[in-house]
Antibody, heavy 119, light 108 residues
Framework: EVQLVQSGAEVKKPGESLMISCKGSGYSFINYRIAWVRQMPGKGLEWMGIIYPGDSDTRYSPSFQGQVTISVDKPINTAYLQWNSLKASDTAMYYC????????????WGQGTLVTVSS | EIVLTQSPGTLSLSPGERATLSCRASQSVSSNYLAWYQQKPGQAPRLLIYGASSRATGIPDRFSGSGSGTDFTLTISRLEPEDFAVYYCQQYGSSPPCTFGQGTKLEI
């Protein structure tokens, strides 16, 4: 069974750093791209970026370029989303999602990680 | 950037009725790159339709997708109580590679 399991909710202060994770199982992790998607409270879905675990090739949405870093650790089948200096406006639910091997849609999603940034 | 505009913003219907949701793109989108998702409160999105008209695994046949170019439609033929949710279209193409519509809320 394909699963993407994300790390737990985080509460941080502005200016702090954070890394959240997404662990894949039940499939060949290195062969499927993993995307990160933001959902601010009461709002829609925003695509942040995507990484190919096979060679760590990464692309970012212009809206998120320079604001976050996406990475992978292949031996442990885990993708990461990292911030160096959080802002209150980073408060949101963050989802990882697997891009299908035969198309450009996202066929499996993690359960989401809620990040709250507040002083 | 390709902008996807979904309409209506909110659709109020009753179980058993037919729902028609629209997704309009600011530029032509390859049908291969258009997908629809359903999101219920407190849950992650779920893939419904990919390639504009192919149902994902396990999706009931009351859900169907159609369209090409800049106009795409998600149709739910006979609404069940569990279908009331928010629906998003998504395209994958040029930079940025991926965008979502703003969503249509389907309410009772």
């Amino acid at each position: 069974e394909v699963q993407l399991v994300q790390s737990g909710a985080e509460v941080k202060k502005p200016g702090e750093s954070l890394m959240i994770s997404c662990k894949g199982s039940g499939y060949s992790f290195i062969n499927y791209r993993i995307a990160w998607v933001r959902q601010m409270p009461g709002k829609g879905l925003e695509w942040m970026g995507i990484i190919y675990p096979g060679d760590s090739d990464t692309r970012y949405s212009p809206s998120f370029q320079g604001q976050v870093t996406i990475s992978v650790d292949k031996p442990i089948n885990t993708a990461y989303l990292q911030w160096n200096s959080l802002k209150a406006s980073d408060t949101a639910m963050y989802y990882c999602a697997r891009r299908s091997s035969f198309g450009y849609h996202f066929d499996y999603w993690g359960q989401g990680t809620l990040v709250t940034v507040s002083s | 950037e390709i902008v996807l505009t979904q309409s209506p913003g909110t659709l109020s219907l009753s179980p058993g009725e037919r729902a028609t949701l629209s997704c309009r793109a600011s530029q032509s989108v390859s049908s291969n790159y258009l997908a629809w998702y359903q999101q219920k409160p407190g849950q992650a999105p779920r893939l419904l339709i990919y390639g504009a008209s192919s149902r994902a695994t396990g999706i009931p046949d009351r859900f169907s997708g159609s369209g090409s170019g800049t106009d795409f439609t998600l149709t739910i033929s006979r609404l069940e109580p569990e279908d009331f949710a928010v629906y998003y279209c998504q395209q994958y193409g040029s930079s940025p590679p991926c965008t979502f519509g703003q969503g249509t809320k389907l309410e009772i």
